[in-house]
Each structure stands twice: as C-alpha cells, then as structure tokens.
C-alpha cells in the first residue's frame, strides 16, 4: 500500500492555498492604489491558511517533516526503538483517526444545517471545513501505513527521510 501520490497532491493542493492567499494579497494591496476592495479577502485568505496547514500534514510526515526527539531516540537500542516507534505510530493512528472522524461529523453537521460564513460572500462553511476533515483523513491514512509497516519490522517512511536529510 503505497499513497505517495496522494500525499503529493495535497502537499501540492496545500501549495497552491499558499499561491491563492500570496495573489489575494497582492491583489487587495493593487485595490487599495486604485480604491477598490475583494469582498471576503480575508475570509477566503484565513480558509486557505487553514486548508494548507492540514492538507500539509501527510506529506510532511512522510517526509520526516514533523518534530520528533531524535537526541532521545538516537540513544535507544534498536529492539527497544522498534517498541517506541509502534507506540509512537499506534497513538498517531489513534488520534488522528478520532480526529478525522470528528472532523467529518462536524462537516457534516455544518452541511445539515446550511452554516455561511459571516463575511461579506455567503461561502458554505463545510467547504472550508471539508479540507481540514480531508487532510486529516490522508494523514490518517498516512499513519496507518506507517503502522503497518512498523509492524511488519520496517522503519517508519519518516525515519528513513530523516535519516537520508542528516547524512547529505
């Protein structure tokens, strides 16, 4: 079971929100020369900030992008790192599998009872919401095959990255 190209396009999907809030700033700064506004400008920038930030996070684990205690884990012999390496991967699956589910019920419920943004357009707010349930659900996904792998003996995708990042 190998997502890579799952978690590359929402490493891209997230690229692309950071494209959308550069231009949204570019553009309401040539509005303010000209004396004109983009309704909703930062409405649209705050759900594109947050759509990078979760849509981000797969494809930053799976790259060794995320914080880990490498001083800590550097010390462990490997039977012992193999045990800390399943339990760290089995919470990661744990609680991002509690938020996924959350972040979907809560999509869903906002879908139900037709909730719009405030601003000056009227967006649905599941939209929004839908990327940060969906990025939660890949790395989800994402530590389910980090699990898996962990238990068939292997080391996590993010230690490898790590490992090949230090040795360059």
Known sequence: MNLDWLYRSCGFL??????????LIILQIIGRLLGFIIPSADDIAGYCMAASIFLALAD??????????????????TPLLRIVEFLN???GVIFTGYFAWYAGSMVWQTYQFSEISQGYLPIPLWIPQFTMAFGLFVL???????????????PPHYAESAEAARTE
């Open 14 to 23: 997230a690229a692309l929100c950071l494209v959308i809030i550069a231009a």
């Open 60 to 77: 930053t684990l799976r790259a060794g992008g995320h914080i880990r205690v490498t001083m800590f884990i550097g010390w462990l012999p």
């Open 89 to 91: 991967v089995s919470v």
């Open 140 to 154: 989800f996904l994402a530590f389910v095959e980090e699990w898996y792998r962990v238990v068939r003996g292997l």
